[in-house]
């Protein structure tokens, strides 16, 4: 059994070296640096060789390898075009997939009634399933698995209490006032969130594939995204994803691996997102070690061979933001959520500012973190404001305009 085991692991694992053949490195890698020491210094170089190794790296060390997307079969289920007191026309679209027979994603899209053409649009991750986002009686309740801390949720199961609980947290009607589309759908849809029970996606794929539930997220907005690009409603080429906390660090994800979104708006997503990995920053803030004890179903396998040294990683979390260059991406926190490490999350947009300088655009606004209350909206963007782990309504508003600076040229 044990050489069974060891032998799949190298089977998925590709040749790089064992974690513990790595070097210890305290100072964030070089993002312009391959692994074999070579100096990155074209665009070309960066397009073709390093974002590419720095995909493999991920895949090996961290988030395990995905399958290539099927192919994605939508039904419009429902349409009500007077949603919001008429503003809005809401969707709710199942997303099958060609030869997998079970999972499913339910995507929720409202998209707003006033507007010349196609709608940009904010595509969010949620943690409690599309029919806490909104009062609407219509909306399905989500049939799967739901961690039982959610208003309504009994059982681990969705009811009609749970409605509109969330609402706050996704303020779908502040978007849709300033002319953004929304598209939700549910995390636990391909993957639900436990670690005592193995219920996702990757049990109809081979073994090859060692992915992680973040990735399996990940994956899920990118079969969310092969939908919206076919939605005559939707401008393909102003997506902006969001999510909170776990969820921000499913999205950083998302937008390093997925180049059709434009903007990533991470949220207080922290240590395996936006946090270093490596032990700097706020004191008390999340460690590798204890996020792999705590959600061991997040990373893989070999993500946990880090625990006592994550100085031994030939990345830090400023690849997986520099992977997203030349896009938007901010980087969003709260003052008393020192658990997300909000001082290293600035440090890590610093060290990302090579690579988006080398691709030509402005980067990092200025190399100082920036006062409580204040956007910094450059390319690489910073916000904290007062308060703690939340996602809430001023956040929106922050949102909104960091969207507005950066696809729709504000
Ligand atoms: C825990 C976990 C964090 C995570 C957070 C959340 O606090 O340690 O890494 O971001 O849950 O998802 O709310």
Request: overall charge positive; charged content about 25%.
């Amino acid at each position: 059994f044990l050489m069974a085991l060891a032998v799949t692991h190298l089977a998925i694992g590709g040749d790089f070296p064992a974690p513990s053949k790595l070097p210890l490195k305290e100072d964030l890698p070089d993002p312009l640096v391959m692994l074999n020491g070579t100096k990155v210094s074209t665009k070309e170089q960066w397009l073709k060789e390093r974002r590419p190794e720095l995909k493999k790296l991920y895949e090996h060390y961290m988030f395990g390898v995905a399958p290539p997307a099927p192919k994605v079969n939508a039904k419009v289920d429902r349409v009500d075009p007077k949603a919001l007191g008429g503003k809005a026309t809401l969707k709710e679209v199942t997303l099958t997939f060609a030869g997998i027979e079970g999972p499913k994603i339910r995507v929720l899209l409202v998209v707003p009634n006033k507007r010349n053409g196609p709608a940009p649009v904010f595509v969010g991750i949620n943690f409690a399933g599309n029919h806490a986002a909104l009062d609407d009686p219509k909306i399905e309740l989500n049939p799967n698995w739901i961690p039982g801390n959610y208003k309504g949720v009994k059982d681990n199961r969705a009811t009609e209490a749970s409605r509109g609980s969330q609402k706050d947290v996704w303020n779908i009607e502040d978007a849709i006032d300033r002319g953004y589309a929304v598209a939700l759908f549910y995390a636990g849809d391909l993957d639900p969130d436990r670690k005592d029970a193995r219920e996702g996606i990757q049990k109809h794929f081979g073994k090859e594939f060692d992915w992680s539930t973040i990735h399996v997220w990940a994956w899920s907005y990118s079969r969310v995204i092969d939908y919206l690009v076919t939605d005559p409603d939707i401008d393909a080429s102003r997506i902006i994803a969001v999510g909170h906390s776990r969820m921000g660090k499913t999205t950083l994800l998302a937008v390093a691996f997925d180049e059709r979104i434009a903007v990533a708006i991470p949220h207080q997503a922290g240590c395996g997102g936006t946090a270093p990995s490596r032990r700097r920053g706020d004191p008390g803030a999340e460690s590798v070690k204890r996020i792999n004890t705590s959600f061991p179903h997040w990373f893989n396998v070999r993500f946990k061979e880090f625990n006592e040294e994550p100085e031994r990683l030939p990345f830090d979390q400023h690849c997986l933001i520099a992977m997203c260059a030349p896009r938007a991406v901010l980087l969003s926190n709260a003052e008393d959520d020192k658990w997300a490490n909000p001082t290293g999350q600035f440090e890590l947009l610093v060290a990302a500012d090579p690579v988006y300088k080398l691709l030509g655009s402005k980067g990092v606004g200025s190399k100082k973190m920036p006062e409580t209350g204040k956007l910094m909206a450059s390319p690489l963007g910073y916000w904290i404001r007062a308060g703690k782990h939340s996602m809430n309504r001023d956040d929106w508003a922050v949102f909104l305009d960091f969207a507005d600076r950066h696809v729709k040229g504000k």
